[in-house]
């Protein structure tokens, strides 16, 4: 497919991939193994790296290459929790347990910092704080209402900015003001994988591409994993598959798929645009995210140069060449200086959300579980893998908030949501223009 929009070499491949592509390893599948991971993003690294540092042994296996799907996909953006703190908690759990459940989860910001800093991994990472840019008043006060809490929970300062003074944070007038955060910070999630990859390796953990696990049944005292590559035995196995959880090909674990939704987000990456165009539009260089229910998502890319642009393009299945065009109207709708720029990179990628908006760590039928970062998952992802790690190897020191949650599902879901998707969509993009005509 080409387009006026598309600069010569345009790809469909993530532009994370130019500087850190996902490498292919050779190494074989053993007969049998004391702990399995499933599932090679963030959460099944940080987990394999945790038992490592525990004396405790890992293998890592995923279907592609590790660190080839959301990890090395994803915007780049590193939140401490900031939509859990939002998601209603009280009015479920009661005011006790919805502040250690938001703490729980505020807790991932100072854990990947922690992280990225021990481990020495080069991933471009600044803590940048992020602009919550509001799509209309009500929106710019619903956000007003929530500051004080992220500001509580995270430690770190958050602030107002009213629409009059909105440029200080982004060099556009098309919102409604937002909300300052300082408990963010962007890398290079590439880079990142690849780093947390290596970290593993070193600690002694063995990672296994492309093993596509079709079905796992208890045996005896641990497991039997059916693999497209042959089978093999484990004592304890944990599965941190997220967005990627259910396949035709071969299921992990259904229980977990159903309780997980599965999204496609889109993203795509600018032509370079000069670091002086970028500091006008991005003061500070800020993470940005909007308050649609159909978000947008939006950054400088590290080196400076060029915007990455993500959000819900597309409800039903579609490619990321038919709705990098979609993308770019959002973009220019934004920054309409930006009408006659090019893209050089589109591509997609699954997240997982939960039917509660809560990440989730447990245990069903003897097999661990980690996931549901609500889009958010650099640092939630990497603090969920350590968490279920300690909890597997029996190390934890006190209750994980995150831990043991009712996990819920809905009736006759198998982990599917594409039928229905295309109707919520709609919905939300008719909500979306009755706010803003609203406001």
């Excluded at 790296?49 to 293998?59: D, E, I, K, N, V």
């Excluded at 600690?203 to 994993?225: N, T």
Aim: charged share 20%.
């Amino acid at each position: 497919m080409s387009h006026p929009l598309f600069a010569p070499g345009f790809k469909t491949t993530p532009w994370w991939w130019e500087a850190a592509e996902p490498p292919q390893r050779d190494n074989a599948l053993p007969d049998q193994a004391p702990v399995v991971i499933i599932g090679g993003g963030y959460a099944g690294l940080s987990a394999a790296l945790t038992l490592r540092r525990l004396g405790q042994p890992a293998l890592v296996l995923d279907a592609e290459r590790i660190g080839w799907g959301a990890s090395s996909r994803n915007g780049g953006m590193v939140s401490g929790g900031l939509k859990v703190a939002g998601s209603g908690l009280e009015a479920r759990f009661g005011p006790e347990a919805a502040k250690q459940i938001t703490r729980a989860a505020a807790a991932s910001f100072p854990f990947i910092e922690e992280t990225i800093a021990r481990e020495g991994i080069d991933c471009d990472y600044i803590r940048c704080g992020r602009f919550t840019a509001a799509w209309s008043r009500g929106h710019y006060d619903a956000l007003a209402r929530h500051a004080d809490l992220i500001a509580e929970v995270t430690g770190l300062p958050t602030s107002m900015l009213p629409r009059e003074r909105q440029r200080e944070a982004l060099g556009s007038d098309h919102y409604h003001g937002g909300m300052l955060a300082a408990a963010t910070g962007s890398l290079h999630p590439g880079k990142y994988a690849r780093g947390l990859a290596a970290a593993a390796e070193r600690a002694g953990a063995r990672l296994v591409d492309g093993v596509r696990v079709q079905k796992i049944r208890a045996e005896g005292s641990g497991f039997h994993i059916a693999t497209d590559r042959g089978a093999l035995r484990a004592d304890a196995v944990l599965v941190t598959t997220n967005g990627y959880s259910l396949d035709r090909r071969g299921t992990a674990l259904p229980w977990f798929a159903r309780r997980l939704v599965p999204l496609n987000s889109y993203i795509i990456a600018t032509e370079e645009l000069g670091e002086a165009k970028i500091e006008q539009l991005f003061p500070g260089r800020r993470m940005i995210s909007d308050t649609k229910r159909v978000l947008n998502y939006f950054r400088p890319s590290p080196d400076g140069k060029r915007i990455l642009w993500g959000g819900r393009a597309s409800f039903r299945a579609a490619t990321a060449e038919q709705t990098a065009v979609a993308l770019h109207g959002y973009l220019t709708a934004c920054f309409p200086e930006l009408a006659k720029t090019r893209l050089t990179h589109a591509w997609t990628g699954y997240v997982a959300f939960t039917f509660d908006h809560i990440p989730h760590i447990g245990v069903e039928g003897g097999i661990h579980y980690a996931g549901g970062c609500q889009g958010s998952g650099v640092a939630m992802a990497t603090w969920l893998g350590h968490n279920a790690a300690l909890k597997l190897a029996g190390a934890a020191n006190e209750r994980f908030a995150l831990d043991g949650l009712p996990f819920p599902t809905r009736p006759f879901y198998a982990g599917d949501p594409s039928w229905v998707l295309p109707f919520i969509g709609g919905w939300y993009r008719l909500r979306d223009r009755i706010d803003r005509i609203a406001a």
